[in-house]
Each structure stands twice: as structure tokens, then as C-alpha cells.
């Protein structure tokens, strides 16, 4: 590395994902981010149908209808001197394919807690794929404005059910009406939820872990229990460590309100001082590539169409793993060894988008792609030659049918179905022999989402029939007679042209598998 201003430029850089149970608040306290990083001027909800007050990360129409986040959001803001690059995920499980894979385009992520629910389902079955990864977690407890668990319990929680050292940055005094303000360990302060009723101050110092003998809040009774609480997680807890949290073997935990906007300020100060700098990416030959090398190298993670639906557009985003992306360059694509010239390329700041002239490794881009990219290619400049690691696939779980309503709508239907399942936001098959075409999804959810876009974006109707649960098995070709397949074992072919076989459930795949003992049946994950 002999480029001290890119190296500048990349230790700069703030990547990382916001994983949590649905309706935690995980795209409220990312409002708020972008209103401290002069993204937005008015944050809004989720849940904000009746003021037409939205979600800034929620684009799409079905999100603003349902209140929830079905698809990654990307969004970069500056802030003290750090470039921070935020992806906010959809917490409902039905999505789960996009979170894992926006999980392998970031340095870090926040995990977003309900104070009164503790760890839900999804939070631990999210957290398990980071520590997978050894991505560094940042715990966010949030809704300190309403009554939940005590902290010491959340924290016992953390510990026992994600097997994670915890360490609490901040403590809350109080909580729900009683809630008063927050102990800041890490800065030696007082945070007050309330600054009016102490003479406007947002912030106190302590001295050797106390406020002054004369201040209001010494008299609160809650504050003397927090003192106590504080000087035993201190003595008898972790002690913090920066290079535990850089493994993940210990998460760094703030306690505040982000639909209040109570405690998120101090999270996001903190967080952009200890958080992990842009890190080397595995390639598929198990080699690391620098993000200080000078040469332009990204992975696709993402494809989404019709951002912007007047336009009818579709993005490709891609996370640039080393080097520098410069407007009107020349990329070369890994998958087709084809060349590509990269002059209409956007950032993301809230709800807007800019066409940009330069990014570094950290950075997150999108390229308008007319069909070019899938999930998962290799963007490479120059010499560098690199494929980076296959990103996951999941094998669907429900079956659908699928057939366009209007069959002078054919061109249309086509072009919908084509589009969503390069997304990612489907799998698509055909029966082997007659080609019906049958979608495939992990959850329920999927298929309301595919409908909906189908009509409203490709104004193609559809008509599905469901299939219900069934077990997807891939076949070697060349293991392949046509007389295996039965009404228990559906014979079908995915986008690639290879079989696979739609078992009904357990037993008929055992049956198969004891008629067939030679023939291997694979799954994706």
C-alpha cells in the first residue's frame, strides 16, 4: 500500500447493517441517523400512514401500506469526519435470503433490541448468521420511553441465549414515565431525558462516578439504585475490549429511544470512533484481497428494480471491496469475462440519489444495469482478476403456481417474473416437460410482495395457485430418467435448466432416496 490518501479515504469509511425482530424499531432509530447526518430533515415512522409522514428507508408503496421493511435499504451521510454507510434490512423472516446477503457487504452491524420483548426469534436466528461471519455486533436496547425489563436481566439474556460477552456503554435511570436519563459508563456522564427540568443541560460530567452532592438528580432515589447497579456490572462484568469486539466475541450495549430520539446521538458518536474500518473480502479461492488495493474490485449483492417506478429503472448494488471507483471507467465481469463501462453510477443519501464521480473500498454504489448484472458477480479493474465468495442461496419452502391473468399480457408477465427472481426476491421453475411456470418462496410474504409488484409495477395481473410446502432437491442430468418423477415427487427444472425434484414431504423423499440409493439429491443451503 504506497497511496496514503486512499488509505485516508478508506479508513474513514462506516459500513454496517440494522438487524432486528420486526416492529423492534429498527427503522426508526435509522431515521434518526440520517437526521444527525443532515440526510433528512424530519424523521418519520414506519408506522406513519396517517401524517403521509413515511420512513425514509421504506420506498417501496407496499412498505409505506404494510408498516414494514420487505427490502434492503441503502443510505450514506458524513459525520464527524467518518463516511457512514448504513443498510438497513427487513426484519420480517419471509426476507431473510436478502438480509444474509446484505450481511456479507458490511464491516459491522447494530442489533436493535425491544427493552420489554428482550431477544425474539428473529433477533437470535439474525445474530447467529453474524457470528457466523465474525462480524463485529453493536447491541441497540431500545423503547426506554415505555415500561420494559430490568437491564441486568437483557443483559443475562444476551449472554446466555446469543453466547456473547456484553458490555453496557450507558445504564438507563428509570424507565417508561419514571425514565429520568441515562449513566453513561464509556464518557463518565449523565445524559438527561428531560434537559428542561435541569436547568437545559443535555449533559452532565462526574466526578469519580457521581454528579455533584447539590444536583436535583442526587436526591432521586433511582439514581442512587443506578449507582449501584453501575459499580457491580463494572466490578463483576466484562471488561470492555476493542479487539473482542472486533471478532464478535464481545458487543458494546446502548440503551436509549429512538422513537424519541433519547440516547441515538450518543450511540452514533460512539459508534463511529469504535466501529471497524472497511475489512479484506474473501475471494472463491480463499485468498483476501486488501482494501487498500489500488485497484477497483466490488461484489453485487443486491438488484433491485424500479426504485424509481416513473423511470422504470433497476439498480445493481455493489460493495466495493478495495481500490477506487472512478466515473466512466472500465470494469471487467467476473461471470462473463465481459467488459463494462461504469458512467451511470448513484449513492444513496436518505431518499434521494446522486450520480457520483469517485467511491472507495466501504463504499456501497448503484449501477444502473439493463440486465447486465446477477447477484453475486465480481466487478474487477484492470490486472486484479478476482472472484470474490459465492454469496448464500436458500432453498424455497413454498410453491406456487403462477400465470399471467390476461394472456394478451404475456410480454409483460414475462418481463415482471424475469426481473423479481434476478432481485432475489423469488426462485423461479418450470415443470419439466410442459414448462408451467411455479415460483418459489421461503415465506408467505414473498408471494403478497410478487403479487403486488406484478400488478403495480408491471400491470400484470396474476393468478396463483398454491402448491404448499414441498422439499427441493437438485439431480444431476446425468442421473435423470423422466420416469422418476410421481404425483409425491414433481419433476421441474429451475432458471439454469437443471432438474431438481418437489418432493411432498419426508417420506416420499425417502422413498426416492431408498428406490434410488445411487442418485444424490442436493440442497442450496
Same mark, same amino acid.
Given at each position: 500500500m ?52 413515511f420512513?425514509?428507508? @421504506?420506498?417501496? =408503496? ?7 421493511? /420487505?427490502? $434492503?435499504? *441503502? #443510505?450514506?451521510? %458524513? ?14 423472516? @419471509?426476507?431473510? =435470503? ?7 457487504? /458490511?464491516? $459491522?452491524? *447494530? #442489533?436493535?433490541? %425491544?427493552s ?23 447491541t441497540?436496547i431500545n ?21 456473547i ?17 441515562l ?11 428531560r ?104 461484489f ?21 471491496c478495495?481500490?477506487?471507483f472512478?466515473r466512466?471507467?472500465?470494469?471487467q ?10 458512467s451511470?453510477?448513484?449513492?444513496f ?11 472507495v ?32 442461496s436458500f ?34 421453475y ?26 403495480n409495477?408491471?400491470n ?28 409425491r ?31 444424490e ?5
Open positions: 504506497n497511496n496514503p490518501k486512499l488509505k485516508e479515504q478508506v479508513d474513514s469509511r462506516r459500513t454496517f447493517a440494522i438487524i432486528s425482530h420486526p416492529d423492534a424499531g429498527k427503522t426508526t432509530i435509522t431515521e434518526q441517523l440520517l437526521l444527525f447526518g443532515g440526510a433528512i430533515r424530519q424523521a418519520g415512522t414506519v408506522k406513519g400512514k396517517k401524517t403521509g409522514n420512513a425514509k428507508s @421504506d420506498w417501496m =408503496e407496499i412498505e409505506k401500506q404494510r408498516g414494514i421493511s /420487505v427490502t $434492503s435499504s *441503502v #443510505m450514506q451521510f %458524513d459525520y464527524e469526519g467518518k463516511r457512514v454507510n448504513i443498510l438497513d434490512t427487513p426484519g420480517h423472516e @419471509d426476507f431473510s =435470503e436478502d438480509t444474509y446477503r446484505t450481511l456479507m457487504a /458490511v464491516d $459491522s452491524a *447494530v #442489533m436493535v433490541i %425491544d420489554a420483548k428482550g431477544i425474539e426469534a428473529q433477533t437470535k436466528k439474525l445474530f447467529q448468521v453474524v457470528k457466523r461471519r465474525g462480524i463485529p455486533i453493536f441497540f423503547k426506554l420511553d415505555r415500561d420494559g425489563r430490568e437491564p441486568l436481566d437483557l443483559l443475562e439474556e444476551l449472554e446466555e441465549l446469543l453466547d460477552e456484553s458490555y453496557p456503554m450507558n445504564w438507563p435511570i428509570g424507565m417508561g414515565k419514571g425514565l429520568e436519563g449513566y453513561d459508563i464509556h464518557h463518565q456522564r449523565i445524559e438527561f431525558y434537559p428542561e427540568e435541569y436547568g437545559d443541560q443535555r449533559f452532565a460530567a462526574l466526578t469519580d462516578g457521581e454528579l455533584p452532592a447539590d444536583h436535583p438528580l442526587t436526591k432521586n432515589s433511582i439514581y442512587q439504585d443506578v449507582l449501584g447497579e453501575v459499580e457491580l456490572v463494572q466490578e463483576a462484568g466484562d471488561q470492555f475490549d476493542l479487539e473482542k469486539i472486533a471478532r464478535g466475541d464481545q458487543t458494546p450495549v446502548f440503551f436509549g429511544s429512538a422513537l424519541t430520539n433519547f440516547g441515538v446521538q450518543t450511540f452514533l458518536e460512539t459508534f463511529v470512533t469504535i466501529a471497524p474500518k472497511p475489512h479484506a473480502h474473501k475471494t472463491e479461492d480463499g485468498e483476501e484481497v486488501s482494501p487498500y488495493e489500488e485497484e477497483f474490485s466490488g453485487v449483492f443486491k438488484i433491485q428494480a424500479n426504485m424509481n417506478p416513473n423511470h422504470r429503472d433497476r439498480i445493481a448494488f455493489v460493495r466495493i478495495s481500490g477506487t472512478e466512466g471507467m472500465d470494469v465481469l467476473n461471470r462473463t469475462d465481459k467488459k463494462m463501462k461504469l451511470n453510477v448513484t449513492q443519501m436518505a431518499d434521494a440519489r446522486e450520480n457520483i464521480q469517485e467511491a473500498a466501504g463504499d456501497i454504489i448503484g449501477i444502473y444495469d439493463t440486465g447486465n448484472y446477477q447477484i453475486g458477480d465480481t466487478l474487477y479493474e484492470g490486472k486484479l482478476k478476482v472472484a470474490y465468495e459465492e454469496l448464500p432453498t424455497p419452502e413454498l410453491f406456487m403456481k403462477v400465470t399471467a391473468k390476461n394472456v394478451m399480457k404475456q410480454k409483460s408477465f414475462h418481463k415482471g417474473i424475469y426481473q423479481l427472481v434476478q432481485e432475489g426476491a423469488i426462485q423461479l418450470k415443470t419439466y416437460l410442459t414448462d408451467e411456470y411455479i415460483i418459489g418462496a421461503v415465506g408467505q410474504l414473498q408471494f403478497e410482495v410478487f403479487q403486488y409488484r406484478m400488478q409495477e408491471y400484470s395481473e396474476v393468478v396463483m395457485t398454491p402448491m404448499g410446502s414441498k422439499i427441493a432437491r437438485w439431480i444431476d442430468p446425468e442421473d435423470l430418467d423422466e420416469r422418476m418423477s410421481s404425483s415427487n414433481i419433476l421441474a427444472k429451475d432458471r439454469f435448466d437443471q432438474p431438481l425434484f418437489l418432493f411432498e414431504n419426508q417420506f416420499a423423499m425417502r422413498w426416492f432416496a431408498d428406490k434410488y440409493p445411487n442418485v439429491l442436493k440442497s442450496l443451503m
